[in-house]
């Protein structure tokens, strides 16, 4: 014979319980009151006796109740604790992250979060698939990685995309460079400067020709590359300033390039992580996709 319930059930028992009435409790679950009631009467169904008594005022306990509330308190501690350690186990034994990042994020940002990650998990394994934005939420899509690092939500249903932090677009010159010396430019600022630019077919190109247009901004681009890290190889040789997105420049003080921030507009993108809605991640991915969280949500 089996005795047919689920934990929940054990937990909305307890919370009725230790929150004295149904109301509460119903919220604390986040959970409607009727279903909250169903999960009692299923509960009190599989062990044959009523748990509760309802009155128009309290909830009490029957003699059953009060006999069976320490068992589920240990039941629950018991199995909330046999969890995380198979979690913990889990992660510190092994596994691999795989992930798709936009190499601006890839770049710069991601080696730190990494390093942390293997601070404590030594033998996690990642595997990082740096693509453009589109493909990156391809990639999501069809399963290949678990989630996404990415600078668009798509128009997929079966998507999710949590916004992060806004990403704002910034000057790259050298330190030697007249607009060095200023903390601060406007576009204007930048007529008649040898610009280095992304592709066209780069998101990041897009959305900043798109933001300038409607600004009533016109710069000319004195050459035109595929992959940020070459701009600012090309700033670097004193070619020319590139417009790039923050998060593509380099974090750390850098002995040969400054970046400056560019108003009158600002420009800025949206950074967040892609997921297919209802998907659930592996425990390693799970516990790297906190800390990716806390360390994009803490300044600095």
Known sequence: MSINFEALDLRAFVAVVELE????????????????????????????????????????????????????????????????????????????????????????????????????????????????????????????????????????????????????????????????????????????QPLVAVSRSSGNRILLDAALVRAGVRLSWSYEVTHLSTSLGLVEAGLGISVLPRLATPQAEHPIIVTRAIADPEVSRTIGVVRRRGGRLAPAAERFLEMLLGTWRSPG
Not at 56 to 63: C, H, K, P, S
Not at 125 to 145: K, Y
């Open 21 to 192: 009435g149904f109301h509460r409790a119903a919220e604390a679950l986040n959970l409607s009151q009727p279903a909250l009631s169903r999960r009692i009467q299923r509960l009190e169904a599989a062990i044959g006796a009523a748990l509760l008594e309802r009155t128009t005022r309290r909830v009490a306990l029957t003699n059953v109740g009060r006999e069976f509330l320490p068992l589920v308190r240990r039941m629950l501690d018991e199995f909330d604790s046999s969890l995380f350690a198979m979690r913990e186990l889990g992660q510190q034994r092994g596994g691999q992250i795989t992930l798709a990042c936009v190499p601006t994020a890839a770049f710069y940002f991601l080696p730190g979060v990494i390093a942390r990650f293997k601070e404590q998990y030594p033998n996690i394994r990642f595997r990082i698939l740096d693509l453009s934005a589109n493909e990156g939420l391809e990639s999501v899509a069809r399963g290949e990685v678990e989630f996404g690092i990415n600078l668009l939500g798509g128009s997929d249903p079966e998507l999710t995309f949590e916004p992060l932090l806004e990403d704002p677009f910034v000057l790259a010159c050298r330190r030697d460079h007249p607009l060095a010396a200023r903390p601060a430019l406007t576009w204007s600022d930048l007529e008649g």
